[in-house]
């Protein structure tokens, strides 16, 4: 899959087809157990997020979903663009660390990490990055 392209400007608001097309992609992220359905949940979240650049569910199922997959830099590209939530779930926070640090950026992963622990449920996996 090629890198996303820059976000578009100027669409910031989804419509009710978008909404509906986003829980559907959840609904379906649920279920995904294999790679390749990751993948091919990707190539269809992605055209969306592009057209809403703003809209942080989008942005953050699609980074989700790539963190999954294990796509590192599409993970940064798309948490990053999410941006600061107060009500954003900490396991997102650590999926941007996680993937910065698996993109060679250890201060950034480091940096992203560090005030999202006293949130996060910590684990044996979490405590090993």
Do not use: H, K, N
């Not at 269809?44 to 942080?56: H, I, K, M, T």
């Not at 798309?78 to 926070?93: F, I, K």
Request: glycine residues 6%; without cysteine; neutral net charge.
């Amino acid at each position: 899959m090629p890198p996303p392209a820059p976000a578009s400007p100027g669409v910031t608001t989804p419509v009710p087809a978008d909404v509906e097309a986003l829980q559907a992609y959840r609904a379906a992220f649920r279920a995904a157990t294999r790679i390749g359905e990751l993948e091919g949940l990707l190539r269809q979240v992605v055209p969306l997020a592009e057209r809403l650049p703003s809209y942080g569910p989008a942005q953050e199922l699609a980074g989700e979903v790539a963190y999954r997959a294990s796509r590192w830099q599409d993970a940064v590209t798309y948490l990053e663009r999410a941006g600061p939530s107060p009500d954003r779930r900490p396991e997102l926070v650590f999926y941007l660390a996680v993937s910065r640090f698996e993109s060679g950026d250890v201060a950034g992963a480091r940096d992203t990490l560090r005030p999202a622990l006293a949130r996060l449920a910590r684990s044996p996996f979490v405590d090993g990055y």
